[in-house]
């Protein structure tokens, strides 16, 4: 069996053949490697939502040495669906006046009206005629409620305290406050609410709060229950601005364009409007870094109710300042990847496959199904010629599949992947060509293991607008005295050998190279990434990526 490395001091960079040369000069696409290999939060912790209004740095006012410290722009992601059903994104071409070019909507079955968090009230919790309602208000009474806050504030430094100056919590002010805030708890609603809070400063992205028998049917305040629908459109940060990503829908009806900058939201400037907002999410749900935040935020954070009215000023592409009021309609809110797919893409849902106008080999992962490994089979017997390969794992949600077939899949035929363990060819068509992998804030759990290991294991050069979500881990489930509910938490990171043995937990699969989406890119319906990946392929870093693809059988 051929181990594929190279020799210590390296080789000349390169030159892969290049089926078609890449519209974008390299020297407009460098980004810096140093701060983001040290995996830092960009955001100040402590005992906070998330950060306060004041706090929230974007772009390149973010503090020095942090992860986000020198992101350029961002990026404008493409409808994969609509309400009518799947539809292709189309490359290079802007909305029409009357209509996007696609229309983005959640995936099939998706409503796009969302509660966050969503608890289905189960019949049982129904209101009967005649039913007596006392024993309920009884039992409420009966819970002590302080006791039961005590008990989970004492479990969670016991199973999760190991993360707690990786991620910057202060417990002890946790403890305190949230101690008061329970004595003026008074009934199952609010102390469902309270520990939904509690959880949110343990900045863990799996974190729930899950209904035991006795809290069966014990919704959520009313205030946490409004539906809310997407704003039809996307943002992201540039340089300390917020950009439009996406539009479609009721944004795009009353000319809000990807790419536009914007100045200000009802009146407040765009920055502290969205740190705000990003306050505002972090207070109710757990997030396992500030990045996942911030890209939830400019996503599902956008959602209000049916009906409200957004009053925006914009700044177009020749520096024009334009007023638009959207209406809140029906949209979704779930991001699904790329700004712009190449075009032709065959697969399902959960990996799509193709070739880039290039003729790079492309393949879009949204998710990680158990036979995700037998999914690649059918992409890399399509793509066997190619003379190099995007793997984009951006909007991965996660899932579960064995990681070293899926590795061992880009290891060609008699030979294995020795950096960090040995990993044997596997599947029908492995691939041994250069790998360029993909990844945002989005890219959750499995997605980021999955993403992660083929930087860590020295297959393929990573990018990204930002680390991963950095919320992957093994989870324990705590149960409460008073019986209502448990706690589902991280105990422990997964791939702990990861970012030089701290794992993914809090931090997130950090990229060799980071970069934001270019506005102009955005407006002409560009993936800035991809166009980096084209880029890369052409010219590969090989001094980065241990493998040696110079060596490989084809």
């Known amino acids: 069996m051929e181990r594929i490395s190279r020799s210590s001091s390296g080789c000349s960079a390169h030159k892969a053949s290049k089926p078609g040369a890449s519209p974008r000069s390299s020297a407009a696409r460098k980004a810096c490697n140093s701060s983001s290999a040290r995996g830092e939060n960009p955001l100040p912790r402590g005992d906070r939502s998330s950060c306060s209004a004041t706090s929230l740095t974007v772009g390149t006012s973010r503090p020095a040495g942090s992860a986000y410290a020198k992101r350029p722009r961002c990026s404008r ?18 909305a029409a006046a009357e209509a996007p070019p696609w229309t983005p ?32 208000a009884a039992a409420a009474q009966e819970v002590d409620y302080v006791a039961d806050v005590r008990f989970a504030l004492d479990e969670l430094e016991r199973e999760c305290g190991h993360f707690f100056r990786q991620k910057g919590i202060e417990w002890k002010q946790v403890s305190r406050r949230f101690q008061r805030e329970a004595r003026e708890v008074e009934n199952h609603e609010a102390h ?5 809070r509690l959880l949110a400063r343990l900045r863990d992205g799996h974190a729930t709060v899950r209904p035991l ?15 809310r629908t997407g704003a039809g459109m996307f943002w992201c940060v540039s340089d300390g601005k917020v950009f439009v990503k996406n539009s479609w829908a009721g944004a795009a009806a009353v000319g809000v364009e990807p790419g536009m900058q914007v100045l200000e939201v009802d009146g407040e400037p765009a920055a502290k409007w969205l740190a ?21 935020t400019c996503h599902w954070g956008l959602a209000a109710p049916v009906g409200t009215r957004l009053k925006l000023e914009l700044r177009d592409g020749r520096r024009k300042k334009r007023k638009r009021t959207l209406t809140y309609g029906k949209a979704g809110t779930v991001p699904w990847g790329p700004v712009a ?3 032709g893409l065959a697969g399902d849902g959960d990996v799509r496959f193709g070739r880039t106008a290039t003729g790079w080999g492309y393949v879009h992962l949204r998710r990680c199904p158990g036979d995700l490994p037998e999914r ?11 003379p190099g390969m995007i793997l984009d794992f951006r909007a991965n949600g996660g899932g579960g599949f064995d990681h070293d077939a899926l590795l061992g899949r880009f290891v060609p035929e008699g030979h294995s992947l020795d950096f960090a363990k040995r990993i044997e060819s596997a599947g029908p068509r492995p691939y041994g060509g250069p790998l360029v992998v993909i990844v945002d804030a989005g ?30 881990a093994s989870k324990k489930t705590v149960e409460l005295p008073s019986g209502l509910f448990a706690l589902y938490v991280a105990v422990r990171s997964n791939k702990q050998r990861f970012n030089g043995g701290r794992g993914l937990e809090g931090i997130g699969a950090i990229p060799h190279e980071e970069l934001a989406y270019d506005p102009e890119d955005l407006a002409e319906g560009r993936d800035t990434l991809i166009l980096r990946a084209e880029e890369l392929l052409a010219d590969f870093p090989s001094r980065e990526v241990p493998y040696d693809h110079t060596r490989r059988d084809r």
């Not at 469902?192 to 939904?196: F, N, R, T």
């Not at 690649?376 to 190619?386: F, K, P, S, T, W």
């Not at 290991?453 to 990573?462: L, P, S, T």
């Open 192 to 196: 469902h609410a309270l520990l939904w």
């Open 341 to 343: 797919f190449p075009e």
């Open 376 to 386: 690649m089979d059918r992409a890399l017997e399509a793509l066997a010629d190619a």
């Open 105 to 136: 909507g959640p995936p099939a079955g998706e409503n796009p009206l969302v509660r966050l968090p969503r608890f289905p009230l189960p019949a049982a919790a129904l209101l009967i005629a005649g039913a007596n309602l006392a024993p309920a």
């Open 77 to 94: 992601q493409p409808p994969v669906r609509s309400a009518r059903g799947p539809r292709e994104g189309t490359r290079g071409t802007r």
């Open 213 to 227: 028998a006795a809290g069966e049917g014990v919704d959520l305040p009313a205030e946490w229950r409004v539906e």
């Open 276 to 296: 705000r907002r990003v306050e505002e999410e972090s207070d109710r749900r757990s997030f396992s870094t500030d990045h996942q935040a911030l890209f939830h």
């Open 443 to 472: 890219t959750r759990s499995a997605g980021e293991t999955g993403s992660g290991m083929f930087k860590e294991d020295g297959r393929a050069y990573m990018i990204g607008e930002s680390p991963t979500a950095g919320m992957s």
